[in-house]
């Protein structure tokens, strides 16, 4: 079992006690908008969250719009990260953290209604640190692909609390 101390253990932890209850996807979505404030400005509601396997929504409102009344750009992405930063930390073995290095993404159509971030990472073999890219879909409600985000992450052990910083 994973240590429950670390945060993709405590993630899921919370994922598994609050989702089965009545409004236990409402709790968690609260719950992840008071640990990442900037990524539940997007009001993230989690669909599915497995290690490896994160299914992620928004839902479009006046402020998350853009001058066009379409979700914003930047919205989307900060979806897809929490999409790919879920799944991936998720899936990490106790005593290893991903730190964000990199973003990139391609926007294919207007983003309305509600949109769907999905990613599913392949971890590399941690024996080594580096950093690895993976990606995250979001899709509309049709299943039309909006934008595809490439999330790119040093993976590595998480350092001793007493080492120099």
Known sequence: MANPTSPGARLLNAWHTLSPLPGGRWMFTQLVKWMIP????????????????????????RALEQHLG????????????????????????????GIVTKMSIEYFKKARGTVTAESRPKLPD?????EYDFT???TDQKGDLIARAVVRWKLGPVPPKDAPK
């Open 126 to 130: 941690l024996t080594v640190e580096g």
């Open 70 to 97: 379409s979700i914003h750009a930047i919205a989307l992405m900060n979806v897809a990260e929490f999409a790919s930063g879920a799944a991936m930390t998720t899936a990490l073995p106790p005593g290893y953290r």
């Open 136 to 138: 995250s879909e979001i």
């Open 38 to 61: 900037y990524t539940g400005s997007v009001s993230p509601r989690v669909e599915i969250l497995e290690p490896g396997y994160a299914k992620i929504s928004i839902t479009q409102r």
